[in-house]
């Protein structure tokens, strides 16, 4: 400056020379502002326990590898995931009341395909104690079992029946959802941290239950439900008809199931669809006979979209009686059903009304539910009708032997596959070391209801820094709107209806890098501080200050007068009063 | 890095602090913090002149102050004249480029000071004048002033009887005096407030900048909501933000995304609580007529 502050001065009779800064206005307060990390519902929601508004944080500047380590501390298969998990997360997202949900699915897919692009490694040091675990089933949960205890410190052998480890990843999903060099890539990440892999080895077969018992001192099992739920009704060993896994199975592995032109699909879920979209693909009409409504299929509503963009029809309210034709299928007979009163699942019970009528077909795929088989199971863990009977993070009855993916009383999802199993490496792991289950037990740090744990979190060493958690959940209302800017989504592209159905080429387009980084600066990243600095520029005390040790913000308590509108004008809930005594 | 708030750019605000903690301001008090962003945008060398009115003591009590600029304490109705013989004063030793700026509630601008201020202006002396407008005699204990806005409660205007007439239109009274600059401002929107008061001190002539400033206490409104109750102002068109350079152009530097009925600033505050749904309505019309009577000179420019 060109004068000195003297210079400058008006001459004064009093002067005030003292700074304020010996005024100690804290004193004033009865409430203080604290800064918090509470969950977004996105992942509360997340059965696999993902840092969603984390790895958005990341994403939105660019920083691809820390986001995809990120997931990766929760989740070994984010290229998976990103194409099918259901994402539940987005009907909760906070941004759907102000205007589109974020696509968090195609930025994580977009992050797990950025990871095999650029063969990105988790690197684990060899096994730390003599102590083995065995994993029966390399499904979702198997594989995410093996996967955590490996990096926690554990020797791993897995097992497993089929030729290829993935499950029904491999042999229920079909390649136009997953391709399978995708699954291939995420897998073979395994592989190299040292999980041994004991493939086409059925356990209770080719080694017993017993012996797993006796040589290793956990089990994992994840044998999945491999069980067709049968129709019910006569005729079913007729020619062109099968049951949703073998078609599924036979078409993942190349083969040409032999199938007609005009193919009935009984069953309203996620395989029924599937069954559909892939007779399209193999030239045939497709009819999906459901005994219930549209309102009440289990199947998720963007599968239904691209099974009627591919030209698969509906039947609703109907349900087979019997089935026509001698050697081969000729047709079904089929009930009338109306909805009566609602059941178990919530949702309206379909009755029959006594009318029947026929349906011309020369194929038909029953796909009415998959069940574990239950003499798969070994003799001396407890189930109810094959659905085995364990504590929330896995442990059955047969304590050494613990439990997760479709064989527990969870949906059935790839996403609750790696959900369970992450609980119950945690619960192995802490096993295997002799903790107690006590007060700071792993599942009482779960978020929310469906009990998913978040390792990073729970260890405190995410790598989006969070310093104060809380298991709050922010809801909309806890947001400050106006910081927000109304953005619409970006919506995701399919290939058109006649490349589709040429082949198994994936339907859903990526995201370009442009789109993932708006889509990632959508996020609100609620309840977590992104260092934005508004309770900084808004502190009318001049008392919040950038932490000088680091990461976000610091209130001085001495000058606070706690009036708390840094609270009101953090964009995203991450800061909280709190009553002083 | 991208704006993490996704509307402002927080990065652009300076760093500098001019105003540091430990001031006498009620708690959620806009003045205070209006003073710390005002600086930020005029950096030094500034000198500030005060009259009585809340910011009298909010720096602190004699020995204390909480600015790092100089600061003379003026008369009330003095305001004007002092900044125009402090310039002088500055100018004779050839410190002509020493900002003097005026901070002076709605009391010492609409009502106790006006005719210096008028005077200052209509001489186009090169000073900044800067009303805080809280909308009342809020440090003497909230009595009415002319830029009490009509229906509202104060300590002399009661709930049986509130103000019966509209607030004093100062921008208009500025305006007249076709000075080369005027603006209005709110801390509710800092990045404007903060380019306002850079471009005021590029400018020669008197400069006139009017702040909406939220009083908790005066306004009857939870002192965390002090930044809500003033953006709700803007939202609403009550305190449009605009800027007029030379009487002639009228910018409007933030257009809301969507305007929103008044009512809702209203009910946010206790000084509007006994009003009808009917005043209300009056209220609407009110501000409505005013923002169109501005709004046709703002597209006059465009
Ligand atoms: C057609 C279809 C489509 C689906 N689409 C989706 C989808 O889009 N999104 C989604 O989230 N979910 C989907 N699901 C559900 C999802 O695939 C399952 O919920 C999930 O794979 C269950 O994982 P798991 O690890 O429990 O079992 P599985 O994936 O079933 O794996 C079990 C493994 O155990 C092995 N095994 C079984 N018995 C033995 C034994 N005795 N010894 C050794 N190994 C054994 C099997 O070979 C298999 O590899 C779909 C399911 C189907 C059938």
């Given amino acids: 400056m060109k004068y000195t502050d003297r210079q400058v001065h008006v001459p004064l009779c009093s002067v005030s020379t003292t700074s304020s800064l010996v005024n100690k206005t804290g004193t004033w307060k009865s409430a203080q502002p604290l800064f918090i990390d509470r969950v977004s519902p996105c992942n509360q929601q997340c059965p696999a326990g993902e840092d969603i508004t984390g790895y958005m944080y990341l994403v939105g500047q660019g920083r691809y590898e820390e986001a995809w380590r990120l997931i990766m501390e929760e989740n070994p298969f984010p290229a998976i995931m990103g194409r099918v998990c259901f994402h539940t997360c987005e009907e909760r997202c906070n941004r759907t009341e102000h205007d589109d949900a974020v696509s968090i699915h195609m930025v994580e897919r977009f992050i797990g395909d950025y990871g095999l692009a650029n063969s990105l490694r988790i690197t684990v040091p060899g096994p730390e104690r003599k102590e083995r675990v065995a994993i029966v089933g390399a499904g979702p949960a198997g594989l995410t079992a093996a996967y955590h205890l490996r990096k926690m410190g554990n020797g791993v052998s897995i097992f497993d029946s089929n030729q290829k480890p993935g499950g029904m990843m491999r042999y229920g999903i079909p390649s136009y959802r997953l391709p399978k060099e995708v699954l291939d890539g995420e897998i073979s990440r395994l592989d190299e941290m040292g999980v041994e892999f004991k493939i086409a080895v059925k356990v209770g077969k080719d080694v017993t239950w017993d012996s797993l018992d006796n040589e290793f001192e956990a089990v994992f099992m994840g044998i999945g439900a491999w069980e067709e739920t049968s129709l019910g009704i006569e005729g079913l060993n007729k020619k062109g008809i099968y049951n949703a896994l073998e078609f599924l199975e036979d078409i993942n592995l190349g083969k040409e199931p032999k199938i007609g032109k005009r193919i009935a699909v009984i069953g309203g879920g996620n395989s029924a669809i599937d069954c559909a979209r892939v007779s399209r693909r193999l030239g045939a009409e497709a009819t999906i006979v459901y005994r219930r409504s549209e309102a009440e299929m289990p199947a998720h509503t963007e599968e239904i979209e691209m099974a009627r963009e591919e030209g698969v029809r509906f039947l609703f309210l109907a349900s087979p009686k019997a089935i026509y034709g001698e050697e081969t299928v000729a047709g079904v007979k089929l009930e009338k059903m109306a909805l009566g009163e609602m059941d178990d699942s919530g949702r309206r019970r379909p009755v029959p009304t006594g009318e029947t009528f026929d349906i011309d077909c020369d194929g038909m795929i029953t796909a009415i539910g998959e069940a574990t088989r239950v003499g798969d199971l070994p003799p001396f863990t407890s189930h109810r009708g094959g659905v085995v009977e364990a504590d929330r993070m896995g442990q059955t009855t047969h304590l050494r032997f613990f439990a997760g993916g479709d064989i527990i009383d969870i949906p059935h999802t790839v996403t609750h596959a790696i959900g369970s199993g992450k609980r119950a490496a945690v619960a192995i792991d802490r096993f295997l070391r002799g903790i107690e289950n006590d007060k700071d037990s792993p599942d009482q740090f779960t978020w929310g209801e469906s009990g998913t744990i978040n390792l990073a979190w729970l260890k405190g060493t995410s790598l989006f820094c969070r310093r104060n958690p809380s298991l709050e959940v922010v809801d909309y209302t806890d947001m400050n709107p106006f910081y927000f800017d109304c953005l619409p989504g970006v919506k995701t592209k399919r290939i058109p209806v006649d490349e589709r159905l040429k082949g198994f080429q994936e339907v859903s387009e990526p995201f370009s890098e442009e789109e993932v980084i708006s889509e990632a600066r959508r996020c609100f990243n609620c309840g977590s501080c992104t260092e934005c600095g508004n309770c900084c520029i808004f502190c009318p005390e001049n008392s919040i200050k950038r932490d000088p040790d680091g990461y976000g913000y610091v209130a001085d308590m001495d000058f606070c007068k706690g009036c708390g509108i840094c609270v009101n004008e953090c964009p995203r809930g991450a800061m909280t009063m709190k009553l002083m005594e | ?302």
């Fill in chain 2, 1 to 302: 890095m991208y704006s993490l708030n996704q509307r402002f750019n927080n990065q652009d605000i300076p760093e500098d602090e001019f105003m540091a903690s430990g001031n006498s301001a009620c708690a959620g008090c806009a003045a205070s913090l209006s003073m710390g962003l005002a600086l930020k945008g005029l950096g030094k060398p500034t000198v500030l002149v005060i009259p009585a009115c809340c910011f009298t003591i909010i720096p602190g009590a004699w020995p204390l102050t909480a600015l790092d600029v100089p600061v003379f304490q003026a008369a009330f109705e003095t305001t004007g004249s002092t900044l125009s013989g402090i310039k002088a004063a500055y100018r004779k030793r050839g410190m002509d480029d020493v900002c003097v700026v005026g901070w002076a509630g709605d009391g010492g601008t609409f009502d106790i000071g006006i005719q210096a201020l008028s005077a200052t202006a209509e001489r186009n002396d090169d000073v900044v004048y800067v009303c805080y407008d809280n909308e009342a005699y809020m440090n003497t204990g909230i009595q009415r002033s002319g830029g009490t806005p009509m229906g509202a409660w104060t300590t002399t205007t009661p709930v049986k009887d509130p103000k019966s007439e509209p607030k004093k239109d100062i921008d208009e009274i500025m305006i007249a005096h076709r000075i080369p600059y005027l603006a209005t401002a709110t801390a509710a929107y800092p990045h404007d407030m903060i380019a306002k008061f850079k471009k005021a001190r590029s400018i020669k002539g008197t400069r006139f900048i009017h702040l909406l400033s939220a009083c908790p206490t005066g306004w009857r409104v939870p002192e965390n909501l002090s930044i809500e109750v003033m953006r709700l102002a803007v939202l609403s068109n009550i305190f449009p933000l605009f800027e007029v350079e030379n009487a002639e152009i009228f910018r409007q530097t933030v257009i809301p995304d969507e305007v929103i009925p008044v009512e809702r600033y209203l009910r946010l505050q206790g000084r509007f609580r006994h009003l009808t749904d009917e005043a209300v309505k009056e209220y609407q019309k009110m501000v409505d007529d005013r923002f169109e009577r501005l709004r046709k000179r703002f597209e006059i420019t465009e």
